[in-house]
């Protein structure tokens, strides 16, 4: 029997409050400041990325869980209206629904985020029949679900079983530590998805080419999101760097997970690296066109005719080996 869902995403599902034009340094003592904009809308990592996912024509559901109170009703309604099967998404009557503030400033952000139930998701509250009906399945923000960190090995392996592949996007680690079980969970994960940022912290490498090449060697398909720098991956034997489009940047609230989403939309197709970098980078650029991480992501048929002059050449051949 074929799966019966293209892409099952495990993680955070909250309302995002995103202000534009925020000021530089915030004033403390009741001083009010102006922005240029706001915007509430859908947030957390594995939301946006199930939104872009669903907007590119894959058919997607969430597992993840909220609260019982309004933030919780808007994800749900929001998820549902663009496509994405919430039918997996636990409500707690007991737990607060996140929230994340947003302070957005051109190409760059300060985040602030109230977990409320973020971690209370576990890989126990996940239904196996759901993980056995997808072709990929995909787990956002790492380090802000310790319950979901012990159980994600075995529901990867559980996706290996049932034939499908994986993927986890790490996300910043507040404690900064970069562990929480990490390791563990490395060894099932078939694209590890990071940013300049995180590939330093986790690989010892301040250079994104070289953390690639790190994190290549502990298994996974590492792929390093780089901004307006484009996107590279270490493939096992060759380096693969794709450069981003020049667009008119809004606010770039994810843009990565949108980019997340391109990517495993062309690695579904069977796509090679560079053609999955591409649309991935086309995903993520053009997300930024709009405020907010939903409302600028693109259909297939936009970021396709994108990616055409993002594609590179054959990459540097650091080793000879077969990947």
Known sequence: ??????????????????VHGAPAALVYGQAEQLATGGALTVG????????????????????????????????????????????????????????????????????????????????????????????HVHASSFFLQPRLAPGLRGLFEAAHSAGATTSLDLNWDPAEMWDGGLADALPAVDVLFVNAAEAAAVSGASDPAVAATVLAARG??????????????????????????????????????????????????????SRCLALGVACGSLSARRPGGVEGQPTLAEALALIEGLLPGQGDQPQDCVP
């Not at 199930?50 to 058919?59: D, N, Q, S, T, V």
């Not at 390093?224 to 794709?242: E, F, M, P, Q, T």
């Open 1 to 18: 029997m074929s799966p019966s869902l293209d892409l099952l995403v495990i993680g955070d599902a909250n309302p995002d409050v995103v």
């Open 44 to 135: 957390g990592s594995a939301a946006i990325m199930a939104c872009a996912a669903a907007r590119l024509g894959l058919r997607t559901a969430l597992a993840g869980v909220v609260g019982a109170d309004a933030g919780g009703r808007f994800m749900i309604d929001e998820l549902t209206r663009r496509g994405v099967d919430a039918g997996a998404v636990a409500i707690r009557a007991d737990l607060a629904t996140g929230l994340t503030v947003a302070l957005a400033r051109g190409d760059d952000r300060a985040i602030v985020t109230y977990p409320g139930c973020i971690a209370a998701l576990e890989a126990g509250m996940i239904d196996a029949a759901l993980v056995g009906a997808a072709r």
């Open 220 to 273: 996974p398909l590492p792929v390093v999101k780089l901004g307006a720098g484009g996107a590279l991956a270490h493939d096992g034997c060759r380096l693969v760097h794709v450069t981003a489009p020049t667009v008119a940047v809004v606010d770039t609230v994810g843009a990565g997970d949108t980019f997340d989403a391109g990517f495993i939309c062309a690695r579904l197709q069977g796509w090679d690296v």
